[in-house]
């Protein structure tokens, strides 16, 4: 690699490298450490192509949710199937992955200035903005800058555009399916919103178990689906659609939380 070369955004490589790194190891306990993230599925990512492929998942914080595929991703690229012993795979990321984020959500801070130099397409909101309800056109240059990160590489996206459970899907993702044709994985996390607050940035809570589960491609035809039927099965593939929401009473939530707990692991070993 080249110490100055970029990428399609004018990011050098290196010191989107070092920041990635960094962030990582800052970062490592909070998913193999005083919590555990249980992945299932990492081996599908390793008959992916290099580019062209959009990752849907559902949403719960800002940053830990894209924090936790980077460590998924990087430890899978580096030979480690649904684990993240050993956090020297952080040594070695993968340059061409990207997330979107709101440009809103971007631009407040130091720090979220850093993490959008590891990775993000940051585009202007059509439906929200500064906390209120607005109703724009969509800028053709973030769809612009969406297509020039698929075709360098790996695209996260979270579809809903929130971190509230069970908001529709905003039709704009499925329109980019439609005419862009990636491989599509979806991916369903959980657990995130009980370790972290809103932003991802500070501990909730420790001893959470967080899951992830990574979903083969969905299956498209492109020639006879539109976009409505894809926005389905995108709500169907991130669990997302409304038949997966239930009202369950006081006492089962309870005993759902208790199974949870019995779940929690203790772990030191695996820590290095």
């Known amino acids: 690699m080249s110490l100055f070369k970029k990428n399609p955004f004018g990011h050098y490589l290196f010191l989107k490298k070092i920041i990635i790194s960094i962030f990582g190891i800052i970062s490592y306990r909070r998913y193999n450490g005083f919590n555990k993230l249980n992945i299932e599925g990492s081996e599908i ?3 992916l192509p290099d580019n062209k492929v959009l990752f849907i998942s559902n949403h719960q914080t800002y940053f830990a949710d894209v924090a936790a595929m980077y460590h998924v991703f990087f430890a899978t690229l580096n030979g480690r199937d649904n684990s993240l012993k050993r956090w020297t795979y952080l040594l070695k990321p993968k340059l061409n992955l990207y997330y979107i984020a709101a440009l809103e959500t971007m631009k407040k801070g130091l720090l979220p200035k850093i993490f ?3 990775g993000s397409i940051s585009i202007e909101r059509t439906w929200r903005a500064a906390g209120k309800e ?7 240059s973030d769809i612009s800058n969406i297509k020039k990160a698929l075709d360098d590489g790996w695209v996260i996206t979270f579809p809903q555009g929130t971190t509230k459970p069970f908001n529709p899907v905003r039709r704009g993702t499925a329109h980019l399916i439609k005419t862009y044709q990636p491989i599509v994985i979806p991916i369903v996390i959980d657990g ?3 370790s972290f607050d809103k932003k991802g940035l500070m501990i909730k ?7 992830m589960v990574i979903k083969p491609p969905l299956e498209i035809d492109y020639d006879k689906e539109d976009a409505n039927d894809i926005l389905k099965k995108i709500e169907f593939a ?3 659609h409304p ?3 239930k009202v369950i009473s006081v006492e089962e939530y309870a005993e759902q939380e208790r199974a949870l707990n019995k779940k929690r692991e203790f772990w030191s070993s695996d820590e290095d």
């Not at 607005?134 to 053709?140: E, F, G, I, S």
């Not at 809570?205 to 899951?211: A, D, T, V």
């Open 243 to 245: 038949s997966f929401l």
């Open 192 to 194: 995130f919103r009980r």
């Open 116 to 118: 959008a130099y590891a």
């Open 238 to 240: 991130i669990e997302q």
């Open 205 to 211: 809570k420790r001893g959470i178990l967080q899951s």
């Open 45 to 47: 990512l390793k008959n």
């Open 134 to 140: 607005v109703n724009r056109q969509v800028k053709m």
